[in-house]
């Protein structure tokens, strides 16, 4: 079962960023618009969240195996949509199809990585944050390279992961165990948050949110990005840029794994904002060595955010709820990643791509003083119940 989680979240994110740096081709293709690439990139998360608002928590219910082959054959229908798009509304299609996907996938993998890892939850948890950056990672850099190579840019790469969605399905077959509640199972309820653990799930919950508000900005417009913060323009230099940002959550997450989720959190927020600073100097000062480095810094703090906000949540979740409250961090993770990328779109109608993402680099910033203010918060109540014990 940790083999199929695993290689199922990574497939997952396969598919959701191999869309990142092939927008350029189908702006060209079909002479998009800003707002347009936006509406393309925001059926994602509204993918998610229809399944998440939906069906959260449904491997608690029905069963980790069995959710998670669901999972899968969403995986090969949204690739089968977006390899055969032949126009913007089939696109955004396949793009809902993708979030669907994910927002079955992602919480149930994270509960039945904690469930059956053989080294304990907490390993689980960190193994799944390790497989959510490598999916991102290889995912653009995968799918920008083949488009420089292939005939069907826009097939090809769609083609690829879903013959690699084969291969998480073979491992959940084969895996002996499951998890899911006795009695009658209700398919349709939406995710709730306990008020009891409300504090540490609002403080990962803003810290993912960071990150997500970045990762919308460079996966709409990272060829923007690049060709003005770095005066490159390829669809390889795009997935590179990407690769940058996200190889940097593995690298951060390689090195600071022993680092407690509580360290992990407070820090990557603020090192996110800072990255996003960066990134709105080096786009007036079109520099290169500014415009990598930004994504280097927002990759760091992206690695602590996933793998200390992961732990967070997975030490508080209800055992019996723990893919519902996955679900729940997703909610709000994905509203910033859709809203960013649609306000954003809408605003470089009129202002320039500098101006946006030091507004937005604003909007991080002060959820950095929230998650650190709050930090605290959280630090001295854990204090006062070791006192009181």
Sequence with gaps: MTAGAATLMICSLLT????SPLFPLYTARWDLRPWQVSLAFVGYPVGVLVVVLLLGGLSDRIGRRTTMLLGAGMIVLACAVTAVAWALPVLVAGRVLQ????????????AALQDFHPRGPNAGSVTHAFCTSLGMCVGPLMAGGLASRVSAPLVVPYVVIAVFALVPVLFVLRAPGDRRVAGPARIVRAVSVPRSIWLPFSIAAATLMTLNGCMALFGTFGARILEEGAGISSTGGTGTLLTVLIGMTLVSQLALRKVPAPVCVTLAAPTIAVGAGVVALALLETSAVATFAGAALIGFGGGLALQGGTRMIGAVAPLDRRAEM?????????VMLGATSLVAGLALGDAPLSGVMAV???????????VLANARRLHRRLASVDRRS
């Design 16 to 19: 959701s960023f191999a869309s």
């Design 99 to 110: 979030g669907v996907a994910s927002g079955i996938v992602a919480g149930t993998t994270a």
């Design 326 to 334: 996955y679900g729940a961090w997703m909610v709000i993770a994905f």
């Design 360 to 370: 937005a680099a604003t909007v991080f910033l002060a959820l950095a003083a929230y």
